[in-house]
């Protein structure tokens, strides 16, 4: 099994430009989520979804847009690219929620 | 969904035993206690997770006392390699609400 992987890994976007950040898992978890990471923070839930067309806020989800049309994919969608979105973003999945989250290996993504 | 509170650093030498204290005054009845692992670059990792009494792995030890109201990581004599961020979450498995991370404890582990 590969886990739970994410493309792209690294991406410089322009203020202003759109994005999605894919991620795909091939464990059937009913869980998936989106986290944001800023240099020396914790990290920030984004979006999560508790199964295929459910999806629900998380801390910070102003600026982004998520769709679960599948168990296994859980693209971000980042619309009007703004410099506060700099940061790592990770991917996890887990079966239920409070269950072991497994994460991707995250995208770094500069908006300048 | 439960308030954690965390030692933002710590600082051991190798061979040591760390224990990292997590305080979740208002834990609800069924909720767990999980630790994760993050080494920089990289996503976290699950150690361990309880919820009452004793728990122990291969990694870590999970101390949870009768009120639940904390619990503690012990990781049995660190090395560089344990040098890392842990973060503590607490939440249901019976829910639907996703726990939050935090900001975890910083811990630098010296030769």
């Known amino acids: 099994n590969a886990g739970v992987t994410q493309t792209p890994k690294f991406r410089i976007l322009k203020i202003g430009q759109s994005m999605t950040l894919q991620c795909t898992q091939d464990?059937?978890?009913?869980?998936m989520y989106w986290y944001r990471q800023d240099p020396g923070m914790g990290l920030k839930l984004i979006y999560y979804s508790v199964g295929a067309g459910i999806t629900d806020k998380g801390e910070v989800p102003n600026g982004y847009n998520v769709s679960r049309s599948t168990t296994e994919d859980f693209p971000l969608r980042l619309e009007l690219a703004a410099p506060s979105q700099t940061s790592v973003y990770f991917c996890?999945?887990?079966?239920?929620?409070?269950?072991?989250?497994?994460f991707g290996p995250g995208t770094r993504l500069t908006v300048t | 969904l439960a308030k954690t509170t965390q030692p933002i650093s710590m600082d051991s030498y190798e061979g040591q035993e760390v224990n990292i204290t997590c305080s979740h005054n208002n834990i609800a009845t069924n909720d767990y206690i999980t630790w994760y692992q993050q080494f920089p670059s990289q996503g976290p990792r699950f150690i361990i997770q309880g919820y009452k009494t004793k728990v122990t792995n291969e990694v870590a030890s999970l101390f949870i006392p009768a009120d639940r109201k904390s619990s503690t990581l012990s990781l049995p004599r660190v090395s560089l390699s344990d040098t890392a961020v842990y973060y503590c979450l607490v939440g249901s498995t019976r829910g639907r609400r996703a726990l939050t991370f935090g900001s975890g404890t910083r811990l630098q582990v010296q030769p």
């Open positions: 996890a999945s887990s079966r239920e929620v409070a269950y072991e989250q497994y």
């Open positions: 464990m059937n978890h009913n869980y």
